[in-house]
C-alpha cells in the first residue's frame, strides 16, 4: 500500500509547551520540509540526510521567518509511518505551532484525521492492529499498571501469542484437509486423536487469554467503585483518605454529601474510578431524596461496593437493609471509626466470608490495609506476573471467545465422529476470528472506527 497523499497535523497537545511538534508523513514529505525550512544563514538545505536533526528557520510562502526550529527527517521505511516523515520541532505555544502546521499545508500537505499517521503504520505492516490499539491505549494510560499493560501488547506479547495459535491450528487444518482429500487412502499422517488433543490445547489456552479479561479492561478502564454507606458513616472522610487531598465536603450533619462525586484513584497501579455517593435512607427531604435516588443508581453502576459502616454506633435498620440489598454485588465492607470503641463486630453480622475491614478514616488506621483488599479484588490474589499478557478490548475478547467456541465444536466433531469438513470449517472460522484481532482481514469501516478513537496527529 503507498499513500498518495502527505499529511500533516500539530503532535504535541494543545497550549502553551516548551517545545511543539508538526508533524508529516507521506511522499512529499521531505519536499515540503526542503520548502519550508532553511538555514539561519537563509539558504535552503541542499541535502537532507534521514534521522539527523538541522537547526535553522521556518518560512512562510512570501519567504517570511515563522520561527526558529529544528527539523528531522526520517525516510522510509525507518520512521513510524513507513512513509517519508519530517518532523518539525517549533516553540511550543498555540499560535507559533498553528502558523508552522498552516505553513506546511500551504505547501499542499492536508490535514491529518484523528490517528491517521498510526493508521499509515499499521497499513503499512509496521504494527498489527492490536499494536495499534495499543498505542491509544499508552497515550492514555494513567496508572503503572495499565501502562505496563499496554506497552506488552504494542511490543507484541498478544500478537506473538495469537500467531502461534493460529500456527497451530494451521497445521491442524492442513492435516484434516489431507484426510478430507484422500478419504480412502491410509494417510494419516497424524491420528485424530492427536489433532484433538492440540485443538484442546489451543482451546485450553485461549479459555485462558479469555480469563484475563476482566482484569485487564480493570487496568485499562479503571474499575467503577461506589462508596456506600448511611449517612455520617464516614463516607467521604473515607474518600479523602483514599484520595489523600480534600475534595468531597466532610460534615457532621447527615445529608452534606447530596450529589456524586467521581474521581479517580491509582492505588498501587491500578485505577478505581471512585463514585462517592449521598447516603442511602429513608428521607422527606426531596433534595436528599434525589441524592438517594442517585446513590441507588450508582450501586447498580458500580463494578465494586464499599460499604461503609459505622464502627461506633450500634447497625441501624438503614444500615441492614443495605447489606442485604447489596449481597450480589462484589463489595468489600468497611467498619469504620475503628478509633473508638467498637460497638459491634464482624461476626455479629453473620458476614464472615466477606471481607470486613477496620479502619479509621479520620486517623488513616486501617486505610494500607484496604488499599491492599481493592487492589487484590481487582488483580485476584496472586500480583499480576510480569510477563502475562492481559486482554484489555471488548474487540479483542469477543473475536478470541468466538474462536475458543469454534475450536471446542472443531475438537468435539472429531470425538464424535463428524464430517472432517465441518471440523476443517470450525478450525478454519477460529483462525478468521484470531486474524481479525490482528486486523489482517478487518473491514475499512472497523478501521476507520478504530483509528477515529485517537488523538490528531498520532
Ligand atoms: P458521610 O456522611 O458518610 O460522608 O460521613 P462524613 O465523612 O461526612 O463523616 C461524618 C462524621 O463522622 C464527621 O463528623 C467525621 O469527622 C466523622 N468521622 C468520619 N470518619 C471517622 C473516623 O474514622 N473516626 C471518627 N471518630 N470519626 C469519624
Sequence with gaps: MTSVDTIAAIATPA?????????????????????????????????????????????????????????CVMRQPRSYTREDVAEISCHGGVLTTQRVLETVLAHGARVAEPGEFT???????????????????????????????????LEGALSRQLRALREQLLQVSVYLE????????????????????????????????????????????GLATAIIGRPNVGKSSLLNALLGRDRAIVSPYPGTTRDTIE????????????????????????????????????????????????GSTALTTDDHLLLAETAHKPRVLVRNKCDVAPCWTPAALGLSETPCLAVSALQGEGIEALEHALVQHVLGPEALAQDEVLLTRARHRQSIAMALQNVQAAARGLRDGTPLEFV?????EAMQQ??????????????DRIFSRFCIGK
Design 15 to 71: 497550549g502553551v509547551g516548551g517545545i511543539g511538534v508538526v508533524r508529516l508523513s507521506g511522499p512529499e514529505a521531505v519536499a515540503v520540509a526542503r520548502q519550508v525550512f532553511v538555514r539561519p544563514s537563509g539558504t535552503p538545505l541542499a541535502h537532507l540526510e534521514s534521522h539527523r536533526v538541522y537547526y535553522g528557520y521556518v518560512i512562510n510562502e512570501h519567504g517570511e521567518r515563522v520561527d526558529e526550529a529544528l527539523l
Design 119 to 153: 493508521k499509515r503504520a499499521f497499513l503499512h505492516g509496521r504494527l498489527d492492529l492490536a499494536q495499534a490499539e495499543a498505542v491509544i491505549d499508552l497515550i492514555n494510560a494513567r496508572t503503572q499498571a495499565s501502562h505496563r499493560a499496554a506497552l506488552q501488547q
Design 434 to 447: 484470531l486474524a481479525d484481532v490482528l486486523g489482517e482481514s478487518c473491514s475499512s469501516e472497523v478501521l
Design 178 to 221: 489431507v484426510g478430507i482429500d484422500f478419504p480412502d487412502e491410509d494417510l494419516e499422517l497424524v491420528p485424530l486423536d492427536e489433532l484433538g488433543v492440540r485443538l484442546t490445547e489451543v482451546a485450553s489456552r485461549l479459555a485462558h487469554l479469555l480469563g484475563t479479561f476482566a482484569r485487564g479492561q480493570a487496568l485499562r478502564e
Design 424 to 428: 476443517a470449517f470450525d478450525v478454519t
Design 263 to 310: 474521581d479517580a484513584l491509582d492505588i498501587q497501579g491500578v485505577l478505581l474510578r471512585i463514585i462517592d455517593t449521598a447516603g442511602i435512607r429513608m428521607t422527606t427531604d426531596t433534595i436528599e431524596q434525589e441524592g438517594v435516588r442517585r446513590a441507588r443508581e450508582a450501586v447498580e453502576r458500580a463494578e465494586l461496593l464499599l460499604l461503609v459502616l459505622d
